[in-house]
């Protein structure tokens, strides 16, 4: 019954691979974002996509790629992983229009990526 | 451009003592705010927020803000707090960009310890 849920919650890789951390929602939102937490917990966020489209890009390498195939999930893909790129990487949705999840953004639990 | 800042990076109370955790913003309209809780290996959960009219909010597990425009505040407080508050605490400020995707600016965060 998870609203926002990812996979996986931990990753472990070496440097210079590409992996890839997925992000479902099942609130019937329009926006996702991904965000990333580093190691002092600070969020920034990175993407955001509404009805499948590409609205915020934040300063992010191009190695980094979201994909949304649907409005449920958003995706991110990441290149040739560097040892700068561990950090806790949070999928959000967002609720649209009306109602008490306007503006409101659901978090999911986080995928802890580990690049050695 | 918009930021939130919190001055506090770890504040220590005891269990049944008050609690009040700072959060000042910068933003050019009417923020839309929030603070979310982040438990140890958690993600985020939504405490409280506020969008507009009375501006001392009510939240989950006992937490209340007050929104002071004034002051450019948005403080978090507790008339008791318990073992279990015991987590990272983010306050964040909600602004739109470009598009119909709404954007939140993170504070940097304070780590609450609960001393029994």
């Not at chain 1, 009805?51 to 915020?56: F, G, T, V, Y």
């Not at chain 2, 700072?22 to 959960?45: E, H, I």
Request: hydrophobic share 30%.
């Amino acid at each position: 019954d998870t609203a926002v849920s990812q996979t996986p919650k931990y990753l472990v890789t070496q440097m210079g691979n590409d992996k890839s951390i997925k992000c479902e929602q099942n609130l019937g939102h329009d926006t996702m974002y991904w965000y990333k937490q580093d190691s002092k917990k600070f969020l920034k966020i990175m993407f955001s996509y509404n009805n499948k489209e590409l609205i915020i890009n934040e300063t992010v390498p191009n190695r980094f790629s979201p994909k949304s195939p649907d409005k449920a999930h958003l995706n991110l893909h990441i290149n040739s992983l560097e040892l700068g790129d561990s950090a806790v990487y949070f999928c959000a949705s967002r609720g649209k229009g009306r109602g008490n999840g306007t503006d409101t953004q659901y978090f999911g639990p986080g995928t802890r990526l580990t690049v050695l | 451009a918009q930021s939130v800042t919190q001055p506090d990076i770890h504040i220590t109370v005891s269990e049944g003592a008050s609690l009040e955790l700072r959060c000042n913003y910068s933003y050019g309209a009417t923020p839309y705010l929030f603070w979310y809780v982040q438990s140890p290996g958690q993600g985020l959960q939504l405490l409280l927020k506020y969008f507009s009219g009375d501006t001392l909010v009510q939240g989950i597990k006992g937490f209340e803000a007050e929104f002071k425009r004034s002051q450019s505040s948005f403080n978090l407080r507790k008339p008791s707090v318990h073992w279990s508050d015991a987590a990272e605490y983010f306050c964040a400020v909600g602004h739109p960009p470009l598009g119909s995707a709404r954007q939140l600016t993170f504070g940097s965060g304070t780590q609450l310890t609960v001393l029994p």
